[in-house]
């Protein structure tokens, strides 16, 4: 049996980032990256919008503002070395009411403050030059945030580790492991197609992740809540009143961003979403995918039942704009007041691996927990993607320092 330095389980950006950030530092490295799917990036990865985020949102001196500043930049430039798809198509992120003005204001100081390039803050008249059907009081207009195609990208990103000699396994899961206290001094993963002796395994399975950890003998403090995202289509006769990104201004309360117009690298195609309403499965892309024991887990687990409480209310109101299109619909009407529902058809959707704490708190950057032998990736939400190369180096680093003490 091929001893392997380090095994990765999970094929979306963020294992093979770490593939990729491993062969750069170290070429001679044993790899092996096991994927349960028969397809690379078929979850978060090849789910999302599809946004190269430039750093504005995240609290600076956080792993999220430290990662996608430079993450940004090199995803950028590898898709321009790979020929990828790739549009600068910029975003504006738009306040409508005087009481967003404010957070309007400070996310502009937090993306000063993140070294964010070429930002601006614009008033109505410059709005409408960029996004001539857009309404709004004042935007943050950052040129430099981008769309790209990530399923595309972690397939080129399979490619380079495979060329480079990592031994991919798609239709491979992890299933358990030994303990190297009982079987020497590697450990031996069991997958659905056998044994595998490693000296290093790093979790990067996304939305299984606090599960493969439990499995490998580590207790996080979190859990896994998968969260939906739901996205309409702009009708293809329609795409012209979006020509990029078109933003509200966040609630600052949660991680995710409210519901967007984003332009993609599709033939312009352009969707309006993703909301954000509790899964029923951990992999439940539609209203009907239910599990009940994953919703079961995830309705009894203390922190989401404190999560609950504290915000019932948005809750509701998500739950309401996912079940009556028309409620969606008002919701984009202020960002592009000519908007109509028939403008609009059922798009795709995503699932967020959302992990929140034990004390009721989303958790909000990103999240590692350590063994001697192991490496997990527990809460890796947007802008992973955006981030996956940097994150990927991030991660080879610590990963190299492990095996070689
Ligand atoms: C709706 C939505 C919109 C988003 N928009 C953006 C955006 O515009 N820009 C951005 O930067 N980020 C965005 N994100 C976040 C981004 O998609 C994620 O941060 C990123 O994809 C995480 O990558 P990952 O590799 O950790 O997870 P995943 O892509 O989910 O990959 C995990 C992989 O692990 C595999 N796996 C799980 N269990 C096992 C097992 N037991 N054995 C083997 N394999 C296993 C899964 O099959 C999966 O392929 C968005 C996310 C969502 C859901």
Redesign the pocket.
């Known amino acids: 049996m091929t001893l392997y330095d380090v095994t990765i389980?999970?094929?979306?950006?963020?294992?093979?980032g770490t593939v990729l950030g491993l062969q750069r530092q170290n070429p001679y490295l044993k790899i092996c990256l096991?994927?349960?799917?028969e397809v690379?990036?078929?979850?978060?990865?090849?789910?999302?919008?599809?946004?190269?985020?430039s750093g504005i949102y995240y609290k600076p001196g956080s792993l999220k503002a430290n990662f996608c500043v430079e993450g940004r930049a090199s995803m950028a430039e590898f898709c321009i070395e790979n020929n990828l798809k790739y549009d600068k198509c910029g975003k504006i992120i738009v306040a409508y009411e005087e009481e967003e003005l404010p957070r309007l204001d400070n996310l502009y100081e937090r993306g000063i403050a993140n070294k964010v390039k070429d930002l601006e803050l614009i008033g109505p008249e410059r709005i409408k030059e960029i996004e001539p059907h857009a309404a709004g009081l004042k935007a943050l207009y950052s040129p430099n945030t981008g769309i790209v195609d990530?399923r595309e990208i972690t397939e080129k990103y399979s490619q380079i580790a495979m060329e480079n000699g990592a031994d991919i396994r798609l239709g491979?899961?992890?299933?358990d492991f030994w303990d190297p206290k009982t079987v020497g001094q590697n450990l031996v993963l069991e997958?659905s197609k056998g044994t595998i002796e490693t000296k290093l395994t790093i979790n990067?399975?996304?939305?299984?992740?606090d599960l493969?950890a439990r499995k490998m003998g580590v207790a996080p403090k979190l859990q896994i809540i998968p969260f939906r995202?739901e996205y309409y289509n702009l009708k293809p006769e329609k795409k012209d009143l979006v020509n990029g990104l078109i933003y509200p201004v966040p609630d600052p309360k949660f991680p995710f961003l409210g519901v967007h117009f984003?332009k993609t690298v599709h033939d312009g195609l352009v969707e309006a979403g993703?909301n954000a309403v509790l899964a029923y499965a951990r992999e439940g892309y539609k209203k009907i995918n239910i599990n009940p024991k994953e919703l079961l887990s995830s309705l009894t687990y203390p922190g989401f039942v404190k999560f609950g409480l504290q915000n019932w209310m948005t809750g509701l109101k998500e739950i309401n704009r996912s079940y009556r299109k028309g409620v969606f619909v008002r919701d984009l009407k202020r960002m592009i007041p000519e908007i109509k529902s028939s403008d609009l058809m059922s798009g795709g959707?995503?699932?967020?691996?959302q992990a929140i704490g034990i004390d009721g708190t989303m958790i909000d950057d990103f999240a590692f927990e350590f063994t001697d032998k192991s490496i997990h990736?527990l809460n890796?939400?947007?802008?992973?993607?955006?981030?996956?190369l940097v994150i990927g180096k991030y991660i080879a680093n610590l990963a190299i320092e492990k095996i070689s003490s």
């Open positions: 389980i999970g094929g979306g950006a963020i294992g093979f096991i994927e349960k799917d690379v990036s078929n979850h978060q990865t090849g789910h999302n919008s599809g946004v190269i985020h990530y491979t899961s992890f299933e997958t990067c399975s996304g939305l299984q992740s493969v995202g984003t993703p959707s995503g699932v967020r691996a990736v890796a939400p947007s802008p992973g993607a955006t981030s996956s």
